[in-house]
């Protein structure tokens, strides 16, 4: 592992203008990393990115790097990009089981954390390193939010972040209250009350996105984000019809062939699946089918019936009419995104969201309420890991600025 690490970094040409950080959401100092490697210094490599990206090991494994870091290598432009997905995997799982360093010195001041998915856990990080008291509010037994309930295990090993849990939070004391969901026994207002001096909502988008179509209520059909969740208490059968190609829909695809099925089809509304080419590739290997240009119009007990569509160069979509075709399967499982829950939204005052049920936020996280701040899918719908992170960071500064301008009673 080491010794192709190694070798993945020293074909680095160490850009002056590096276009691998600059594709990277999180602006990770991507050739700094690789210099520290190269001069024998793994610590200060691992010390720089947890830095950078408190959750950067996760990131390693599961960003879209195809489109980001290496996408924007100039060594692809004629082959094969630096792979720094395995460099900054590397360094990170092995620099993360040194850190043993404690909670930084408490200012006194209090501040409350809703959701432990990527955009809570960074929020939480940063502010302790401000030095506020930070408890993180998570509804699931455990933290992670879509990271621990939404990635099969296959991608992200759970370990990952009960690893985060114990450095990152528990080492420097931030107190978790798990199985705790704000809005139903405790509401945002019992938080002000209890003296949080800003509250961080980041409760991410686990309600499903449904086609409104016939037979959606029958027993053999599921969604996505619910199977995913915990895939061992379905029974699917052998043939698994997935409507969606995102790489959710992948995860689900993949996901169900572990698990015993063995006749697995995607469909996709347009000519080419949304997923990325990655894991569109590790489907295809691993057996899952594909149909493209399908739009399903009515589930039956015996699987979905499909219209062909026609797309033209601008993506508009037209039905065939005559066209409508029964595709059989044992189970049909629906991923076609997620929105948000709006239980906070519907217990606190002065807490607005858009049409789609998400907060309405400014770019520094700040909401309609002095105080709550809020960023991560609940602001902006269904995004990437490393671009909830990105967004974090300033609204984490946001979080601090607003607390330090308080009146000096109210701080204490």
């Not at 590397?90 to 998915?117: E, L």
């Not at 043939?239 to 993949?254: F, L, Q, S």
């Not at 907060?359 to 520094?364: F, I, K, P, Q, S």
Request: glycine share 10%.
């Amino acid at each position: 592992m080491a010794l192709h690490v190694m070798d993945e970094a020293n074909r680095c040409l160490g850009c002056k203008v590096p276009q691998c950080q600059k594709g990277c959401p999180i602006n990770t100092p991507i050739p700094e990393v690789i210099k520290l490697l190269k001069e024998n210094k793994l610590d200060e490599a691992g010390w720089l990115l947890f830095e950078n990206n408190p959750l950067t090991t996760v990131c390693s494994l599961i960003c879209n790097h195809e489109k980001q870091c290496e996408g924007h290598c100039v060594l692809g432009r004629k082959g094969a990009p630096v792979h720094f997905s395995t460099i900054e995997s590397y360094i990170s799982s092995t620099y993360a089981s040194k850190m043993t360093q404690g909670p930084h010195p408490s200012n006194g001041m209090k501040v409350a954390i809703v959701g432990s998915g990527p955009a809570g856990i960074t929020i939480a990080i940063l502010m302790a390193r401000y030095g506020y008291q930070v408890t993180i509010f998570e509804g699931q037994d455990k933290i992670g939010g879509i990271l621990r309930y939404g990635i099969p295990e296959f991608r992200l090993p759970k370990s990952v972040l009960d690893d985060i849990q114990y450095r990152h939070l528990e080492m420097k004391g931030i107190k978790i209250r798990p199985n705790t969901r704000v809005g139903a026994a405790i509401g945002i207002d019992d938080l002000f009350r209890d003296g949080y001096k800003a509250i961080f909502i980041g409760t991410g988008v686990w309600k499903p996105n449904t086609l409104r179509i016939k037979g959606e209520t029958f027993g053999h059909v599921h969604f996505g984000i619910n199977y995913l969740n915990n895939p061992d208490s379905y029974r699917l059968g052998k043939r698994v019809i997935v409507i969606g190609a995102g790489n959710a829909a992948m995860d689900v695809a993949r996901t169900a062939m572990r698990k015993g099925s063995e006749e697995i089809t995607c469909f996709s509304l347009t000519k080419q699946v949304a997923a990325s080419q990655y894991e569109f590739s590790y489907a295809q290997l691993e057996g899952v089918d594909f149909e493209y240009n399908k739009k399903p119009v009515e589930i039956t007990d015996d699987g979905v019936i499909f219209r062909d569509v026609v797309e033209d160069e601008e993506g508009n979509i037209t039905e065939v009419e005559g066209s409508d075709q029964l595709y059989r399967a044992n189970s049909v499982i629906i991923s076609i995104s997620q929105g948000p829950q709006n239980t906070i939204v519907t217990t606190t005052t002065g807490l607005q969201a858009n049409q789609r049920g998400l907060l309405m936020a400014d770019e520094d996280g700040r909401t309609s309420r002095p105080g709550i701040f809020a960023s991560g899918d609940v602001v902006n719908g269904a995004r990437t890991v490393v671009e909830a992170v990105a967004y974090s960071k300033r609204v984490a500064e946001a979080m601090h600025q607003y607390i330090q301008s308080l009146p000096k009673d109210e701080q204490a």
